[in-house]
């Protein structure tokens, strides 16, 4: 059974501060990874996707991935109360090109 | 990213009736897939729709309940079938990959009352 696996939550962190979101995943053979970020009542919007192992930035947000630990992290920093949602990570397997997902990480960013 | 356009965006149907999502695409895609949110909960994929074959049903779903149709590569419908409260959710189709990662269309919620 091929599982991705994320800390529900609720993470809670002050803004300004770097908000750190991980995941784990099961199948070894999983090439590529998703995050996105849903807000309540609305559809998930992709945030950043990663396949090689390193870091990988876009403006406050840094993916991280290390396959030898079979985690992935996603870093906010400079969190803003807009951060506040839930945070989807996804993996993709190979040819298989549908999606294994967490359960969600509920963010929530305070004033 | 490719746009998708979901249609309807919320319905309330009775029981025993069947409602018919649509997913328009405004460029050709490869891969569509359905998925199910229950409120809180993480996605859960149902199937991933074909051109010119059937839809692939995840454990769990089969063609008679959720009867998928995908006559090109820019189009597909998902009908939940002869519906009872337990059907009430979010359904979403999402595209992808496009290069950039997997795109969703803004989903129905369907309350079956």
């Known amino acids: 059974q091929k599982e991705v696996e994320q800390n529900s939550g609720p993470l809670s962190v002050p803004e300004g501060a770097i908000a750190s979101l991980n995941c784990t995943y099961s199948d070894r053979g999983s090439q590529s990874f998703f995050w996105y970020r849903q807000y309540s009542g609305k559809s998930p919007e992709l945030i950043m996707f990663i396949y090689s192992n390193g870091d990988k930035e876009d403006g406050r947000f840094t993916a991280q991935l290390n396959k030898a630990s079979q985690y992935v992290s996603l870093l906010i920093r400079d969190s803003q109360p807009s951060d506040s949602a839930t945070y989807l990570c996804a993996g993709n397997a190979g040819n298989n090109r549908k999606l294994i997902w967490g359960l969600g990480t509920s963010l929530a960013v305070n004033p | ?113």
Do not use: H
């Open chain 2, 1 to 113: 990213s490719a746009v998708i356009s979901q249609k309807p965006s919320r319905d309330i149907c009775q029981r025993g009736t069947s409602l018919t999502i649509q997913c328009q695409v405004d460029s050709q895609v490869t891969m569509m897939f359905w998925y199910r949110q229950q409120p809180g909960q993480s996605l859960t994929l149902i199937a991933t729709a074909n051109q010119g074959s059937e839809a692939t049903y995840e454990s769990g779903f089969v063609i008679d309940k959720f009867p998928i149709s995908r006559p090109n590569l820019t189009f597909s419908t998902l009908t939940v079938s002869n519906m009872s409260p337990e059907d009430s959710s979010i359904y979403l189709c999402s595209v992808g990959p496009e290069g950039y990662g997997y795109t969703f269309g803004s989903g129905t919620r369907l309350t079956v009352v």
